[in-house]
């Protein structure tokens, strides 16, 4: 991983898909946040490049009202935006016009001229996924691909998610961008690996040594990895008929929450090393092949119903959803990972849309103690050891344990400890494409997927996709704003279990739905 305050060489970030909404919403309020920080060099540019007609000053106008509605530190300071607004810039074409590209060139030597700093160039691929191989091409043909070590230019591309939509389309996806650029400058983006607390899941299991011990089939029963959103559709629906949960959240965000827990320790902190270590884990996973996923895998659609006390419509009545859809909106099944240290250690994995909470924990659920002593009642068993990861919101790691009610009888409780961030460091961590984006101008691919990453895992997803696909029945449902449907509580009943955050509502905001 990088080194903490080292300052990137002078860049052009230039972005396809500049009238979208991440550009607006998360890439260039990051961009701003960073320049705020001082992490930026001092030459630095964004182009926007995009098809509508429009002026750098109209570009500039609509960027600065979303840094003022999205950027991470409100409000503004209007003089630093002022300086930030003369860096960016409008580039208008088409994705297919060649001569779009040439005068792209011209342009970007023009703004290295003129800061008289070389041409790094870093392309970031914001668009629908069906234009990444154009794009990539186009790059090419004109010569954008290549780094130069010595005159100290680079060029790298950064690609958004989904990165292809089975193990095919990745592997022709990875051919065609392989073609044109080096794996080492290609930085296929999963914002989840950006996010401070996904990243504290590696300190917290190899900076400190009582964890690591117990962190294996010895001493866990099993671990929950859950992401829950209250959000529906917002607008997305035509893309997310085509994606679904699996898609969406599985296949990148979940996988590697799961990787960065069930991983073995790197010996470095290199791209290369920690990169690795995830890939045997994905590699270990125990296959579920079409047949077993379509009674395995518990898929779900949300009907409409009431979440965060507003009244909402259910997944076929949004914009752009087709009134017969199958497409899941909720997905939970249990996974294995067949190695000598999780062997037999079930991993719960559970995301839906419009549920009651927006909540990503991981739990790691330790071995109930023995049936004596203090847990001797069979019929209410103590509660085991929990470690929960909280990745968001309330960014914390609690621990859950038994104590002893103060008093004359032996009357055990469980209590937790909570570490917070908020508390601990007096200050919210910042926007995950902050910290990737300054990465990848830093030329640091540790928080990126691989390709031989991203097809391992589309390797364990495409069959359980596949198989899903095939079933001809209607999905379940569960009403928006409640935990889901029946049969993903009765794919953990069944194994003696239960979800951690569910129905019992016992406190306020993200703590809401705790068991205990
Ligand atoms: C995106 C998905 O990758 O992640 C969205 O496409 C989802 O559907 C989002 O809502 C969740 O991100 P976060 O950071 O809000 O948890």
Not at 39 to 62: C, H, M, N, Q, Y
Not at 174 to 181: H, S, T
Not at 186 to 215: C, M
Not at 220 to 237: A, N, W
């Amino acid at each position: 991983m990088s080194a903490a305050n080292q300052v990137p060489d002078p860049f052009t970030l230039v972005i396809f898909g500049a009238s979208g909404d991440l550009t607006r919403r998360k890439l260039v309020p990051a961009v701003f946040s960073l320049f705020c920080e001082g992490l930026l060099p001092e030459k630095f540019s964004i182009v926007g490049f995009a098809r509508r007609e429009k002026s750098d000053d109209t570009f500039r106008e609509e960027m600065h009202e979303a840094v003022k509605t999205f950027a991470r530190v409100q409000p503004i300071d209007e003089s630093r935006w002022r300086e930030f607004a003369r860096n960016v810039h409008y580039h208008q074409s088409t994705f297919e016009d060649t001569s779009g590209y040439r005068s792209l060139k011209q342009r970007l030597e023009s703004l290295a001229g003129q800061s008289n700093a070389p041409c790094n160039c870093l392309f970031y691929l914001a668009t629908q996924p069906t234009q990444f191989p154009l794009i990539v091409e186009q790059l090419e043909k004109s010569e954008f691909t290549r780094s130069d070590s010595s005159e100290r230019r680079w060029s790298r591309v950064i690609i958004e998610k989904p990165f292809g939509r089975d193990l095919d389309s990745a592997r022709r996806l990875n051919e065609q961008v392989k073609a044109a650029f080096d794996e080492e400058q290609i930085y296929r983006i999963d914002h989840y690996l950006g996010k401070e607390t996904v990243q504290n899941i590696l300190v917290l299991r190899f900076a400190n040594s009582i964890f690591e011990p117990i962190w294996n089939q010895k001493h866990v029963d099993h671990v929950q990895i859950t992401v829950s959103e209250t959000v529906g559709m917002e607008g997305r629906g035509k893309y997310y008929e085509q994606a679904g949960a699996l898609r969406d959240m599985v296949q990148n965000h979940m996988m590697h929450l799961l990787c960065l827990v069930a991983m073995e320790s790197p010996n470095s902190l290199d791209a290369g090393a920690v990169r690795d270590e995830k890939v045997k884990v994905l590699r270990a996973l125990r296959p579920i092949p079409p047949v077993c996923a379509v009674n395995g895998v518990v898929r779900a659609q949300y009907t409409q119903g009431t979440c965060l006390g507003e009244d909402v419509s259910g997944y076929r009545q949004e914009d752009g959803v087709s009134a017969d859809s199958n497409t899941e909106t909720y997905v939970a099944f249990k996974a294995f990972i067949d190695n000598w240290r999780w062997s037999g250690v079930p991993f719960y994995l559970r995301t839906g849309k419009r549920l009651p909470a927006r909540v990503t924990e991981i739990g790691i659920h330790f071995k109930s103690v023995p049936q004596v002593l203090f847990n001797t009642d069979p019929a209410a068993p103590m509660l085991p050891n929990l470690l929960a990861l909280r990745i968001q919101p309330n960014e914390a790691i609690s621990l859950r344990f038994q104590v002893k009610e103060p008093g004359p009888g032996m009357h055990i409780r469980p209590l937790k400890m909570d570490f917070g961030y908020a508390d601990g460091f007096g200050k919210e961590p910042p926007e995950a494409y902050e910290r990737l984006l300054l990465d990848v101008a830093r030329g640091d691919a540790t928080l990126f997927t691989r390709s031989d990453e991203v097809e391992a895992a589309w390797e364990f997803l495409t069959p359980v996709i596949e198989g899903c696909a095939g079933w001809g029945g209607g999905l379940p449902t569960y009403a928006a704003g409640t935990w889901g449907p029946k049969e993903a509580d009765d794919l953990i009943a069944a194994d003696g279990r239960e979800w951690h955050l569910m129905r019992r509502r016992t406190g306020k905001g993200a703590e809401a739905f705790e068991i205990e």
